[in-house]
C-alpha cells in the first residue's frame, strides 16, 4: 500500500521541494502546468453561506494538447456537496470517481470531502483522482448529512436538488419560504427538489430540525403558508409548493418517512451458579488443598529420608534431658 501511494505521489508530480501553486501542483500525470489564477465564486453571496474559502483554476499542457482543472475549497463536506448540486452541468451523466461526480466526453465534475474539481478538455481517471487527492491541501473529509437519505429519490429530476444551510440560499431557491418560517436560528437545513409526475412537476422542499419537538412548532408555520400541503416524520417537514393536483402531492410526502436508528444493547445479567455448583467447588477447592498438603509432606519427608540414609552426613545431634537422675 504504501509503495502504491508513494507511486501516486510521484505520479502527481509532488516531489519535496516542488513549487506549486496554492491548490494545484506544478505537474499533473506529465501535464505541465503553464498558467494559474484565481477561480471566484458563481454568486459570492449563497457561496460564502457555504462556507467558500478559496478556488484556483490550472491550465495543464503535454505535447500541444491542453486542459483547464479548477477547484474550490469550502470549510466543510456540506457546503461542497452544496455547489456540487447546484453547479453540476446538466448534459453529463453519472460516474464513479468519487461518491458525488458527474463526467462527460471530455470532462468530468466531482466532489470530495470539502472540495469540488471539474476539468474541461481531460477526463482523470480514479486512480489519478486517488492520487491528486492524497496531495490535495487542507483536504477536510467530514460525514455528509445522513438525513438526505430520507429525500424520496423516486421520480427525482437530477439537476434539481439544491441545498440550503441559510437564508441567502433559501431567497435565492425558494423565495416563497420566509426565512423567518424555515427559522434558521434553530439549525435548519434543507434540500429541494423537482419531482415528475403523470399531472406535472411537483417541487418538494424537507426541512431537517435538530429535535421533532421544533419541527412539530415549525409545521404549524409552513401551514400557514398559502398554497403548499406540509408533514411531519419525526424532526423532518416535508413541504410542496404549489401542487398542480393535491393527490399527487400526498404521494410525494407520503415518500418522507423518517426512520430511527437505535442500537439496543441487551443487559447481560451475571451467571448465577446453583447450589450444587457452589458446594462442588467448595469440594474441589478443598481436595485441591488436601492434595498439595500430601504432595508437600511428601517431598519434605523424602528429603529427611534421602539425608538419613546418606553415610557421609552425620545425624543431627539429639539432646538428652536424663531426667531420671533428678
Known amino acids: 500500500m504504501l509503495r502504491q501511494?508513494?507511486?501516486?505521489?510521484?505520479?502527481?508530480?509532488?516531489?519535496?521541494?516542488?513549487?506549486?501553486?496554492?491548490?494545484?501542483?506544478?505537474?499533473?500525470?506529465?501535464?505541465?502546468?503553464?498558467?494559474?489564477?484565481?477561480?471566484?465564486?458563481?454568486?459570492?453571496?449563497?457561496?460564502?453561506?457555504?462556507?467558500?474559502?478559496?478556488?484556483?483554476?490550472?491550465?495543464?499542457?503535454?505535447?500541444?494538447?491542453?486542459?483547464?482543472?479548477?477547484?474550490?475549497?469550502?470549510?466543510?463536506?456540506?457546503?461542497?456537496?452544496?455547489?456540487?448540486?447546484?453547479?453540476?452541468?446538466?448534459?453529463?451523466?453519472p460516474s464513479k470517481l468519487t461518491e458525488l461526480a458527474v463526467e462527460w466526453e471530455d470532462g468530468a465534475y466531482f466532489s470530495h470531502g470539502n472540495y469540488v474539481f471539474r476539468f474541461d478538455g481531460y477526463r482523470p481517471t480514479e486512480e489519478q483522482v486517488v492520487g491528486m487527492l492524497l496531495v490535495t491541501p487542507m483536504l477536510e473529509q467530514s460525514p455528509l448529512p445522513t438525513w438526505v437519505g430520507f429525500v424520496p429519490e423516486e421520480n427525482r429530476i437530477r439537476g434539481t436538488e439544491r441545498f440550503v444551510v441559510g437564508p441567502v440560499g433559501l431567497e435565492t431557491f425558494e423565495p416563497r419560504v420566509p426565512p423567518s418560517v424555515a427559522g434558521f436560528h434553530y439549525g435548519v437545513e434543507a434540500q429541494l427538489a423537482r419531482y415528475k409526475t403523470p399531472k406535472g412537476d411537483l417541487e418538494l422542499g424537507v426541512f431537517s430540525y435538530p429535535t421533532p419537538h421544533i419541527a412539530r412548532e415549525r409545521l404549524a408555520e409552513f401551514r400557514m403558508l398559502p398554497d403548499v400541503i406540509a408533514k411531519r416524520s419525526g424532526p423532518l417537514v416535508a413541504v410542496v409548493f404549489g401542487p398542480a393536483d393535491p393527490d399527487e402531492a400526498e404521494k410525494l410526502l407520503a415518500k418522507v418517512n423518517y426512520r430511527y436508528n437505535i442500537t439496543w444493547d441487551e443487559f447481560s445479567v451475571p451467571y448465577q451458579p446453583t447450589i450444587v455448583e457452589i458446594v462442588l467447588t467448595a469440594f474441589l477447592f478443598i481436595g485441591g488443598l488436601l492434595v498439595a498438603a500430601l504432595v508437600l509432606g511428601g517431598i519434605f519427608g523424602g528429603l529427611k529420608f534421602w539425608r538419613w540414609r546418606r553415610q557421609d552426613v552425620p545425624e543431627d545431634p539429639m539432646i538428652m534431658l536424663h531426667l531420671e537422675d533428678r
Open 5 to 93: 501511494i508513494a507511486f501516486l505521489v510521484a505520479l502527481a508530480g509532488l516531489v519535496p521541494g516542488a513549487a506549486r501553486a496554492a491548490i494545484w501542483p506544478e505537474e499533473f500525470f506529465g501535464y505541465k502546468r503553464i498558467a494559474v489564477s484565481k477561480a471566484p465564486a458563481a454568486n459570492p453571496a449563497v457561496w460564502d453561506e457555504y462556507g467558500f474559502e478559496e478556488g484556483e483554476t490550472a491550465r495543464y499542457r503535454l505535447d500541444g494538447t491542453e486542459f483547464t482543472a479548477t477547484a474550490w475549497r469550502f470549510a466543510d463536506a456540506t457546503g461542497a456537496m452544496a455547489v456540487f448540486e447546484w453547479q453540476q452541468p446538466p448534459d453529463a451523466r
